[in-house]
């Protein structure tokens, strides 16, 4: 080690400890970042709305004397199956409230780095781009699973216990496993989807713009090519179409259209492999201006 | 300088600027979906003209109405009050010897102009892909320039409303997405006069009209589907008066307000 | 004097929290330092001489007039800001060109002002370069470009030395400095002391949005009559020079400097120590090498008036 002249430096004799989770502060930050924002409390606390209107009808349907008076001659309005489960995971509107939340919790998570070239402050730390990744999508898994495993999980919970029995879990042995498989798959897709447009640009109102413009623009273009070309195949084309077709395949149900699994998850893959070589080339700790 | 002269000027800074970022590639790259889409349609529905003239307003407007005019007036109609805040380049602005409107008024010629150039290059290209075997018709023109004219109106009612919002609002995106892509495609539902409360009502009530059993004009009917059209001259009056109306609001609130940085 | 600058019981609310507390001040021609610690109101204040904000009580004028919603003034008003900031993806040349367009010059007139602002700053070499390939140096050069471009009489200059090396803080101090020799108004922030020193002599010291105090550096050191002079005199003997002062009533404290040759002397009375000294060190027959008063600076003006 070469001598250090300066006056009042000394080498520190101390042992680095290694850290099992590098990444950590990078999630417990993006976390707390994203709670400061008063609108995203708000769209956060709203983004519970299906779970709370899906779980009232887990009560509703156990309760169904209580409510005859409004229903007309049927037995059962609300049948609870594992396609009550798929319904709620795979429609528009908890998928809509997912990008929602994300677009304003976690747009911003390589955007704002890249604004303010924090970039170099990172890996000037013993950290590596594999960390810095991991944090960042970390805040994402957060924010999904707690949209979508934790109130599944909450919603069988609760279905076993306005039942007052362990048949419904007996019945359906793997719908937990669909519940946490098909969060991981939520979880997974939108952690590469944001982290992909959130580092194409500086610019962290433009990356919202992007997260809704590719999701909505997605189903426009299905929406135009179904028109032209009447063949199902083009559903291939939207985000969410793509995620409903992989979450009733998760949920043992009859696909929503007549175009095998294997394709949503195969164009749900590519998306993901996209964003991990964009990320790769994008996440650099010297930024080369030309 | 009067305030015209002062926005000619901001018109010609903020346009050379527009042209300049990296957005204004990204935008006009996705303006090049349409005419892929176009190319796609004329290999594949080759000789069946009357499809076609369906397909082109199904295609054209679904995606310019819909889509393409709202997210480009929402990025560039926040940015004229926005970028300038999150940047903290409204200093340079504010400390020239220029009356506050006229950056606003400036700002949105200029980006209006910037819109109106990828909008119009996008749809006459993939309209004359479409329509490439009827180019002899003076009628493909007439029609080209109405849909030019109603995108047109379109950008500037869109942009205006989103600049107001961006004078107003600190975090303008979130209302403007909730009335770009939820109000709009919502309210034409609605019925009675309850539509009239939408920009794209008017803008609906502006292009020809084809019936649902016309060659494939189911998504055709849908597209245009509305209960009590506005008619053509009220709708363009309305259009003027929306984006008069809320430019000058705009214009106003920024005389008033103050903008403070972020820290 | 007529001010050119006042502003007159000036307040400024963020929320709760109290930018600028009922400040009465009045800036008059040459260079005036606005000198305070991070925080302490100095950009508010010029935010609002430069119509950025609008005061929530008081009133702040340029020459008489009225500074918010009053575009006409700037005209002659050059202002610099803190924020390294810029518009993306232009050059120098781009940049200094599109701001000079809202002054309502021609074209060519355009050009000629700004070729001599970055002639001025030395960037004419680097005038095609994109900004965001510009040094921290260069970018707060092109920054004070901006400002005087449209050749203004008054300038407003918010922390303009910060990021420059001292090759670069000296060529600007110099700049301003002539700015001032041509009669234009200049005021000037920062929060380092040494910057405000070496470019004028009159100060306005700000903190926690109050002035502390204003005028010249010695008037201001003269208003701290409380405050203990410091004065090191460096001899052949300190301590017989100390035994001579240890009985003085207006000595408040001794210490002697690590090199064993220096006595440095706290007194409340700095003439009547100065009259003694000379005294005492003929009759004591010491050779005396320098005399110095340490804190007849700003940095301890500064350090006594905020109580650090």
Redo the contacts between chains.
Sequence with gaps: MATVREKGYSHWDGHLIERRFPWWPITRTGIQLAFRKKRFKIIFAGAFIPSVVFLVGLYISERLEDFKTFLQGSDRLINISPKYFATYFTNDSLLFLIVLVLAFGAGGLIADDLKHSSLQLYFSRPLSKKDYLIGKMSVIAFFVLILTALPGIVLIIFKLIFAGSFKFFLQYPWLPLSVLGFSALLTVFFGFYVLLLSSVSKNARYVLILIFGVYIFSNVLYGILQGIFRTPYMLLFSVPANLQQAGAFLFGQTLPRAVPAVWSFAVLAAICALSAVVLDRKIRSVEV?? | ?TAA??AR??F??FG??GR???KTRVFAILGLIPVVLAVVVRVFLHGRAGLMADVSTEILMVFFLQFYIVILALFYGTSITAEEVE??????????????PAIILGKFAAYTALMFAMVGLSLALSYFIINAGRLGDPAVYGALLRYLGVLGLGILAYTAFFAFLGTILKRAIIIGLVFGFGWENVIQYFPGSTQRFSIVHYLKSLLPYHPANVGGGRGVALLLFRLEPTKPVVAVIMLAVITAGLLALACWFF?IK?Y??EE | MTAVIAAASLSKW?GNVLGLNDVTLEIEDGITGLLGPNGAGKSTFMKLI?????PNIGTVTVRGRKVW?N?????G???C?E?D??????TGW?FLT??L????YAGTEIRDRAARALDIVGLTADKDR?I??YSRGMRQRIKFA?AVAHDPSILILDEPLSGLDPLGKRKLIRLIKGFRDQGRTVLVSSHVLPEIEALTSRIVLIHQGKILAQGDIPYVRELIEAHPHQISVRSSDPRALAARFVGDPSIQKMTFGPDGRTLVVETHKRDEFFGRLTGVVLEAGIEVDEISSPDDNLQSVFEYLVGK
């Design positions: 201006i030309k | 300088m002269q002062a000027q901001v010609g800074f050379f600027l300049r970022t990296g940047n903290r380049t409204l200093s340079y602005l504010l400390t020239r010897p220029i009356p506050k005389r103050e403070l940085y | 963020y430069t119509g950025q904000m609008k919603n575009p006409e003034l700037f005209q008003i050059g202002f800001p924020q900031v810029f518009y993306e993806d232009v781009e599109g701001l367009r809202f002054y309502g994109l965001r390939g901006q």
